[in-house]
C-alpha cells in the first residue's frame, strides 16, 4: 500500500471508531448488549495499530 492508502485507511478506521463508540454509549445508555460494539472497538483499535507500523515502516 502507499503512503496515502495507509493515511485513506487510517481516516476511514478512526471514523468507524467514533461511530461504533457514539453507537456504545447509546447502548450503554439504554442498558443494551455493548459487547458485540466492545469488540468491534477493540478490532479497530488493532487495525489502527497495525496501520501506524505500516506507516513507520515506509517513513
Avoid: C, F, H, N
Avoid at 28 to 45: D, F, H, K, N, T
Amino acid at each position: 500500500m502507499t503512503k496515502k492508502e495507509l493515511y485513506d485507511k487510517l481516516d476511514e478506521l478512526k471514523s468507524d471508531y467514533v461511530r461504533i463508540q457514539s453507537d456504545l454509549d447509546k447502548l450503554v445508555y439504554v442498558r443494551g448488549r455493548a459487547s458485540s460494539a466492545q469488540e468491534q472497538l477493540v478490532r479497530i483499535e488493532e487495525e489502527i495499530a497495525e496501520v501506524y507500523k505500516k506507516l513507520e515502516a515506509l517513513e
